[in-house]
Structures are given as structure tokens and as C-alpha cells.
């Protein structure tokens, strides 16, 4: 029942403040990110402006469509450590078709097809075998990671014209600015995401298994479809995340977005979505996406702090953000 | 052994004792991979006997195992009450950067060898593990007293964990000569190298305090279920806080572990991805993540799992590049032997298997 009515799948009719109240896990990290937007406008010339916001979108783009795939396994109550590794092999399948002289045009639809194979692999063996995704996506991780091993052990460059010609196109956006084909990639996977959650069958269901997994069942919902595909689909934007890293890299490397599970969780939560299932959504995930990129972005501007700072930044903001769900779910008195 | 099983498998299903006792799969596998190698690999199984220490392929397993294995142990009981410290990676980080921040006389400016080698060994381990304990008691907070679900509360200390660990060390990787230090991750007692003497002591240790005093019982219990703990009298929130301590500390001692082990303190790669091995360690051992039961003797068994199969991969001479699909296979493998559905099928054929929930 609680978890319906987070969704904003289904909204109540309720006055103006309940509604505002209901959408605290949505507006408070859009508030943080206003706020370290204007502080960092105040602080830094050249902070505040459309070039670092289409920045946002185009640096983080690899990050944020894992992190949409992410959204849907964490609302149904599983998680998903291998979207790094299968990110890195991806790019890894494209340098390697590519190489071998064959081009992007048959190395792109081999990467997605070798996320969502891993991804459907994995979730027939959370089902099937009702085993715990955190041990199964840490397997699936493993064997992403060492398929691209096997592929190259060292980087392997594309040298294909398709990316040369790819870097040039954008939507224009005033002056030399342009809205990049990460960015864009990265906004269309939002929006399908967000369609895709709020108006869908497969979206409620997803919803559902993470409320309550038993219930579910008993509503006679197809889990085990929907937690397949679920996986499926987290492994399908994984590789385009790898797609999407190719355009930044030009190589693939077994060791690329080493970690990136990580900050892809970390901005899922931080966008209001529980690791209990249930509640969340594809717009919070931006948010939180486009949070982490800003720290980041802060820190590049400031100049003097160590690296390391962000991820101390980045866990501070994690740590907030929990604090602050924590208090107000008991506001809202829906206890897990 | 049987005992240990037979009386840490309470709770939901019952009429249990006609089953397999859960520790049989885990050996089993490990058998394997050591008959694997008693017929494949030549020389696995001789242990020579050089300075009065012990040496071989079998002793080196049991060095290496040492770190895991000691986290896993500590995870163990932390998996016991439901829940997962998925920081400790980082949390050896931190300890083993301090200790080596300690040893170099609290400062990171390059001294003069001879200024640290004799470096009083009390205040480095002391320092290193209250952080490794400021760090078990924060998960451990956040856990039982903030209600943070165990995943998130401890997700902030691996992000964060790491980025503190680099300001200990500076960003450099401190090197280290410090010949007592290094007792620690390369010296031998009783012929035993010393990680694995570590590592058997945190289990006695453990044991003895999950047996001696109802500890193990109110783990059990918690994880089973909390609610119906607290009401029942069991102090669900000490429970927590002791375990997230007791994984903190474990954390710690595999990082001085480690940092004695290389000489140097790498802020950036020690114990990265510790916590995944761990994690498996306790999962192959026939500890269920969803808490209620958990079996110390498992997870030694486990962690011997991991690391035979690295050392056997290793010496099989397998490409570098195939280690982590063999590893993910095997992995994989064991996961479906011990899920639930396998052995319901293998056991239909014998008798009606009782649905569990």
C-alpha cells in the first residue's frame, strides 16, 4: 500500500501541502542541487552556466543510464554490482569488433546484446534459483571483468571514422554549445525510463515485488518475468553505457569505470530511492546523477583539494540523504 | 562439526536433522579443488620444513587466506543478524594506512629510515584498531540506533572510507621498514605463518564468545526476527552495535595485516574489493544473507575455497587474464549446489520436501 503511493503512478487526491510532503524525496535533492549550482555560481566565475549544466549531462552520461537501469533493480528490492564491469566489457566488445575491421555498426548492437544476455542470465538465476542478487550481480561482475580480460589485456583504440563524425553532431545550443550524443542518449534513456515507470504495467509490477514480494504473488503478478526482465534491462543500459563510454574514450580497457556500481547506487539514493524496495524513482536518479557530477565539477573548479575529496563529499552527501529519508519516513509513519 | 551445524540451524524449518548437515556442501567443494589438484599439479601437497619454518602450496593458502578469512569471520556474525558490512574494504584501508601513518612516527613527510624503524609498536596497533572500532561503532549506529538499512549504512563508509584513507597517507604509497611491523603479514610461529595463527585466534576467539555467553543465540535470534526479539527481551540494538564493532575490528587487523604483509601502505588499493571475498566467503560457508543462522566453521571453510582456488589458478599456470571467469564460474556453481531449489529437486525424489516460505 505504501508503495503505491510514493510512486506518483497513482496520486491521491490530498491537499497542496500533503502533496508537497509526498514529494520531499524528489525536491529535497533538486533543492541540494540548486543550492550547490548558486553557491558554486557565487564562488567561481563561469560556475553557473549552460556550458557546466550541459557538462552535467554529457560527463555523466554512462553513469546515468546505468544508474536508470539501477533504479528499477533497487525498487524491486535487489541491487546490481555488476553495471561497472559490464560497462567496461561493453566498450571492450565494440574497440575489439572494431579492430578486427567489422565497425561500430556491428560492434554497437554486439555490446547491447552481450549486457542484456549477462543481465537475463543473471536474473534467471535470481529467480530460478532464489538466490541473493548481491552474490549473483558480485559473480556477474566477476565474469564481465574477466570476459574483457580475455577480449584484451591491455586498451585497445577504435579508430573508426563513425566517431569522429559522431563527436561533431549535437543539437546546437547558442554560440559553440551544443547539446552532445551522450547527452542526448543519456535524456532519451530518462525519459523512456520515466515513461516506462509511471504509466506501464511492468512499471507497477516492478514497484509491487520491491512493496512486497509475497503479496505480490499472491495478486498473481508475474515475478519471476518481471525480475528477469528487470535484471535484463539493467544489463541492456549497461552496455549502452559502455556505447556511451566508447565516445569519450575512443578505446575500451578492461579496467574502465572501475568502481562505477558504486557512485551509480549512490546517486539512485541520494535521488530518494529506497534500498528496501518499493519506493523510488527515474527522476530522483537524475537528480542524484547530476548531484554527483556537480560535486565533482566543484572540486575540479576549486582547484587545490585532492581527489579523494569528492568521494569523502560524495559519501557526506549519501549519509545526509539517508538521515533525511530516515526522518522523514517516520513523518510519513510508513516504518519498514 | 555436526554439532556446530545441528545447533546453529534453529528456527523456521524444522525436521532438519534428516537433511545433510549445510556444511557438507562447502567441504565437498573444497575437496575437490584439492583432489583437483593432487591429481593434476605436481607438488601441491609437499610441505617442506625450512628455518624451522613450514613451506608449500598448502601453508601459502593458509597465509593468504588470513585477511579474508579474518573479515569474513567478523561478517559473519555481522550476516548472522540480517545484515552486511560491505565497508570493511575500506575500513582495513584506514586501519592499515594509520598503522603505517603511526609507524612512520605520525607524519607523512619522508623521514630518515633509522627515525621509524624502532617506532614502539603499542600505540600503532592502538591507533590503527580505535579507528578500525570508530568505524565498526558509526555502521553500527547507524544500523541499530538510526534504523539504516545495514546496505546503506555501511555503503557511506566504503565511499567515504577510502577518500580518508588517502588523506592519512597523503595520496603516497608509504613505504615501510620496520622489521617488528613486519612480523606481522611475513613472520612464523610454530612453524604457522603468522596471519593464519591471527586468523585462528579471531576464531577461538569468536567462538568462545559466541558459546560461552548467549551471544551466538541473540544473533541468531535478531536475524531471525528482530521484532519479535526485542519483545521477547533480547537487546536487539547491543546485538547490532557489538557486531558492526566486532566486523570493524576485524577489518583492522586484516589491514595491518596487509600493510605489514607488502611493507607499504596503499590507501587507493588495499583491501579493494575485500569485501566482496569476504562476502562470498561467508555465503559458500553456508551462512544465509538473509540472517537467523550463520556457522564461524563455514566460513573458515569458505574462505580456504577462495583462496585454494586462486593459489590452484595460479599454479596451474592459467592465463592471468582467465582467473576471474574461472573464479566467477566456480562462484556461480556453488551458488546453484547450495540454493535451496537444487537441493529440493535432488531431494524430491526421496521423500515430499516441506515448501519453505
Not at chain 1, 510532503?21 to 557565487?42: H, M, N, Y
Not at chain 1, 566543484?298 to 540523504?321: P, R, S
Not at chain 2, 524449518?13 to 579443488?33: E, G, K
Request: aromatic share 10%; net charge positive.
Amino acid at each position: 500500500m505504501s508503495s503505491t503511493t510514493d510512486t506518483g503512478a497513482s496520486r491521491p487526491k490530498q491537499g497542496l501541502l500533503a502533496g508537497l510532503k509526498q514529494r520531499i524525496p524528489i525536491l529535497s535533492p533538486a533543492l541540494v542541487f540548486i543550492v550547490i549550482f548558486a553557491t558554486g555560481g557565487l564562488l567561481y566565475r563561469h560556475f553557473f552556466s549552460l556550458q557546466v549544466l550541459l557538462n552535467l549531462f554529457t560527463d555523466n552520461a554512462f553513469l546515468g543510464i546505468a544508474a536508470v537501469g539501477m533504479t528499477f533493480v533497487i525498487i524491486s528490492g535487489g541491487i546490481d554490482l555488476s553495471v561497472g564491469a559490464v560497462i567496461s566489457t561493453s566498450a571492450m566488445v565494440i574497440a575489439v569488433v572494431d579492430q578486427a575491421g567489422a565497425g561500430p555498426l556491428a560492434g554497437i548492437p554486439l555490446a547491447l546484446a552481450f549486457g542484456a544476455a549477462i543481465g537475463f542470465l543473471m536474473g534467471c538465476i535470481i529467480h530460478f534459483f532464489k538466490a541473493h542478487p548481491f552474490i549473483v550481480t558480485l559473480s556477474g561482475m566477476f565474469l564481465a571483468r574477466g570476459l574483457g580480460y580475455v577480449l584484451s589485456w591491455q586498451s585497445v583504440p577504435i579508430g573508426s571514422r563513425f566517431y569522429s563524425q559522431a563527436s561533431q553532431i549535437g543539437i546546437p545550443m547558442g554560440g559553440i554549445l551544443k547539446l552532445s550524443v551522450p547527452a542526448l542518449m543519456f535524456i532519451a534513456v530518462v525519459i523512456i525510463g520515466i515513461y516506462i515507470q509511471r504509466t506501464t504495467r511492468y512499471g507497477r509490477n516492478v514497484y509491487a515485488i520491491g512493496g512486497n514480494e509475497q503479496s505480490a504473488f499472491l495478486m498473481g503478478l508475474p515475478i519471476g518475468r518481471t525480475k528477469i526482465m528487470i535484471y535484463t534491462i539493467s544489463g541492456l543500459l549497461s552496455g549502452l553505457g559502455g556505447v556511451v563510454l566508447t565516445f569519450y574514450t575512443l578505446q575500451g580497457y578492461g579496467n574502465a569505470a572501475f568502481g562505477l556500481e558504486l557512485e551509480a547506487i549512490a546517486s539512485v539514493v541520494i535521488g530518494g530511492t529506497l534500498l528496501t524496495g518499493g519506493v523510488g524513482s527515474v527522476l530522483g536518479t537524475l537528480i542524484g546523477v547530476l548531484i554527483l557530477g556537480l560535486i565533482q565539477t566543484f572540486i575540479a573548479f576549486q582547484g587545490t583539494l585532492n581527489v579523494y575529496w569528492t568521494k569523502i563529499f560524495i559519501g557526506m552527501m549519501l549519509f545526509a540523504f539517508i538521515l533525511l529519508q530516515k526522518a522523514f519516513s517516520f513523518s510519513a509513519g510508513q516504518r519498514k | 562439526m555436526s554439532n556446530a551445524s545441528a545447533t546453529q540451524t534453529p528456527g523456521p524449518r524444522p525436521a532438519r536433522s534428516r537433511n545433510i548437515p549445510p556444511i557438507v556442501w562447502p567441504l565437498l567443494a573444497l575437496a575437490v579443488i584439492l583432489l583437483f589438484n593432487l591429481a593434476f599439479t605436481r607438488g601441491f601437497f609437499s610441505i617442506t620444513v625450512k628455518e624451522g619454518h613450514l613451506f608449500g602450496s598448502l601453508i601459502d593458502i593458509l597465509k593468504r587466506a588470513a585477511p579474508t578469512l579474518i573479515i569474513a569471520l567478523g561478517m559473519t556474525l555481522v550476516i548472522g543478524t540480517g545484515g552486511i558490512d560491505i565497508s570493511v574494504g575500506s575500513v582495513a584501508a584506514i586501519a592499515g594506512s594509520m598503522a603505517a601513518f603511526m609507524v612512520r612516527g605520525a607524519s607523512i613527510a619522508y623521514l630518515e629510515e633509522a627515525a621509524y624503524a624502532t617506532t614502539p609498536l603499542l600505540p600503532v596497533f592502538a591507533f590503527a584498531l580505535l579507528a578500525a572500532a570508530a568505524c565498526g561503532l558509526f555502521n553500527g549506529s547507524l544500523v541499530a540506533f538510526v534504523g539504516i538499512q545495514p546496505i546503506v549504512a555501511t555503503l557511506i563508509l566504503m565511499i567515504t572510507g577510502r577518500g580518508i584513507a588517502v588523506l592519512l597517507t597523503g595520496g603516497y604509497v608509504l613505504a615501510l621498514d620496520h622489521p617488528r611491523f613486519e612480523f606481522i603479514g611475513i613472520g612464523y610461529l610454530l612453524g604457522l605463518p603468522f596471519p593464519f595463527i591471527m586468523a585462528v585466534g579471531v576464531f577461538v576467539v569468536l567462538l568462545l564468545l559466541t558459546r560461552l555467553i548467549p551471544l551466538g543465540l541473540f544473533i541468531q535470534s535478531t536475524g531471525g526476527n528482530s521484532v519479535a526479539s526485542t519483545y521477547s527481551g533480547v537487546n536487539t540494538r547491543m546485538v547490532k552495535l557489538l557486531v558492526y564493532l566486532i566486523s570493524g575490528l576485524c577489518a583492522g587487523m586484516a589491514g595491518i595485516i596487509l600493510t605489514s604483509d607488502v611493507k607499504a601502505a596503499d590507501a587507493n588499493y588495499m583491501g579493494l574489493w575485500l569485501e566482496l571475498d569476504a562476502i562470498l566467503a561467508v555465503v559458500i560457508g553456508g551462512t544465509a544473507m538473509t540472517g537467523g543462522r550463520y556457522s564461524l566453521w563455514g566460513t573458515i571453510v569458505g574462505a580456504l575455497i577462495i583462496q585454494s582456488l586462486t593459489t590452484t589458478i595460479l599454479t596451474r599456470g592459467v592465463q592471468v587474464q582467465y582467473t576471474l571467469i574461472v573464479k566467477a564460474v566456480v562462484v556461480i556453481f556453488v551458488i546453484l549446489i547450495q540454493s535451496e531449489r537444487t537441493r529440493e529437486f535432488l531431494q524430491k525424489s526421496r521423500r515430499k520436501v516441506p515448501t519453505s516460505g
